[in-house]
């Protein structure tokens, strides 16, 4: 099992472009979950997912969109990139989400906003 | 939700035990503790967790007292591996998504 994968693993874009994060799991999770983390800090919720077709807002969603259409990908994106969008992006997935239930993490993607 | 406090940073030597406390004041009946280990560059991983007493693996242990107000994250003889930041989460088992990572705890193993 490939667990979580993200793509890409580094981006950079400039002010004002719009791109997609994809996000996939091979471990029937039902739940997915999309967290930033700025240099130092903790990882901040952004967005997540309770199953196929659902999505729900995290802690920091402004400037952010997501789709789940398909249980196995959860996407997240950027429609009009700014500076403050600088962070690294990391993709999660759980069995359940309860509070107990360990989220498997992906590697990251490394995104640079000029 | 439960806020966790946890130390910023702390130092250890190779060969050390390690004993990272996390503060949980209001903590919650149903309320689980877990930890989480972070390396540079990576995503988060689990360590373990427990909801009383103590709980051992073949990473950690975690020790719970009884008022559960707060929990210690042991790591035995810690390497220069074992040099990560570390989360202590306070989450339910009830429905509804309440995980939250903190600033974590950053340990430096040195030689």
């Known amino acids: 099992n490939a667990g979580v994968t993200q793509t890409p693993k580094f981006r950079v874009l400039k002010t004002g472009q719009s791109m997609t994060l994809l996000c996939a799991q091979d471990?029937?999770?039902?739940?997915m979950y999309w967290y930033r983390q700025d240099p130092g800090m903790g990882l901040r919720l952004i967005h997540y997912?309770?199953?196929?077709?659902?999505?729900a807002k995290g802690e920091v969603p402004d400037g952010y969109n997501v789709s789940r259409l398909k249980k196995q990908n959860f996407l997240l994106g950027l429609e009009s990139a700014a500076p403050s969008q600088t962070s690294v992006y990391f993709c999660a997935s759980s069995f359940q989400d309860r509070g107990i239930d360990e989220q498997y993490f992906g590697p990251g993607t490394r995104l640079t906003v000029t | 939700l439960a806020k966790t406090t946890q130390p910023i940073s702390m130092d250890s030597y190779e060969g050390q035990e390690v004993n990272i406390t996390c503060s949980h004041n209001n903590i919650a009946t149903n309320d689980y503790i877990t930890w989480y280990q972070q390396f540079p560059s990576q995503g988060p991983r689990f360590i373990i967790q427990g909801y009383k007493t103590k709980v051992t693996n073949e990473v950690a242990s975690l020790f719970i007292p009884a008022d559960r107000k707060s929990s210690t994250l042991s790591l035995p003889r810690v390497s220069l591996s074992d040099t990560a930041v570390y989360y202590c989460?306070?989450?339910?088992?009830?429905?509804?998504?309440?995980?939250?990572f903190g600033a974590g705890t950053r340990l430096f193993v040195k030689a």
């Open positions: 471990m029937n999770h039902e739940y």
């Open positions: 997912s309770v199953g196929e077709g659902t999505t």
């Open positions: 989460l306070v989450g339910g088992n009830t429905g509804g998504f309440k995980t939250i």
